[in-house]
């Protein structure tokens, strides 16, 4: 059984970092293709930034250059360093691991509980 549990979120001013961690078990972190998705009040669920088994890694434009995907292999745990907070990254952050041989998306992907990250001005 795949088990996501986030943490790290918080309330920051505009400016500030945060760093998530999502710590995997039933699933192996370094073999499968991970990311995070974040979801804003009124808004759909929308992909941040994913890695995948060979270390590629992928961001929407709207953190590139601010955020950081990582992950630990000995911790089995996922992390996602966020650098530079605007009030626009305001929303429940998810980890999602993908199923199979596929990466997460918002139709399939094993998911966490969700962290709320909340940034002020």
């Known amino acids: 059984q795949v088990q996501l549990v986030e943490s790290g979120g918080g309330s920051v001013q505009a400016g500030g970092s945060l760093r998530l961690s999502c710590a995997a078990s039933?699933?192996?972190?370094?073999?499968?293709?991970m990311g995070w998705f974040r979801q804003a009040p009124g808004k759909e669920r929308e992909g941040v930034t994913t890695i995948y088994a060979n270390d590629y890694t992928w961001y929407a434009d709207s953190v590139k250059g601010r955020f950081t995907i990582s992950r630990d292999n000995n911790k089995n745990t996922l992390y996602l360093q966020m650098n530079s907070l605007k009030p626009e990254d305001t929303a429940m952050y998810y980890c999602?691991?993908?199923?199979?041989?596929?990466?997460?998306?918002?139709?399939?992907?094993?998911w966490g509980q969700g962290t709320q990250v909340t940034v002020s001005l």
């Open positions: 039933g699933y192996s972190v370094s073999n499968g293709c």
């Open positions: 999602a691991a993908g199923r199979r041989f596929y990466c997460p998306n918002t139709d399939s992907a094993y």
